[in-house]
């Protein structure tokens, strides 16, 4: 598996699987890209992904001292992240609806006053 996998840490902080290791965000640079660094003590692997997060531009250093992720423990955060972001789709549909009746709460609102 080596498809960039992205889920949301509960730190609120973004987070990535690759190569079954997980990542959490450690930086922005400034040309874009992001740093992800293993959260492990003692471990300075690395990747830096493309500022669209679509793809890992480098990797850096080795894991220490820890085992990769199980599929069983990747599906879970799979399925974590789906979660959210069905969360997150239903929120944006509800803000719009919202937005919708403001608008035309708005809209009749000016076209009285017009009168
Ligand atoms: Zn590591």
Redesign the pocket.
Known sequence: MSKLLFINSNRGKAAAIFQK???TERKILKNGEIIF????KD???SIKIDEHRRTVLEIR??????LQLTDSEIEKHERCGQKFHQLYLKLLMDLRHFIRIIMHNFTVLILQSGK
Do not use: I, L, Q
């Open positions: 290791y997980f990542y660094m293993c959260p492990k471990c300075y692997a250093g080795e894991h220490t001292r820890h």
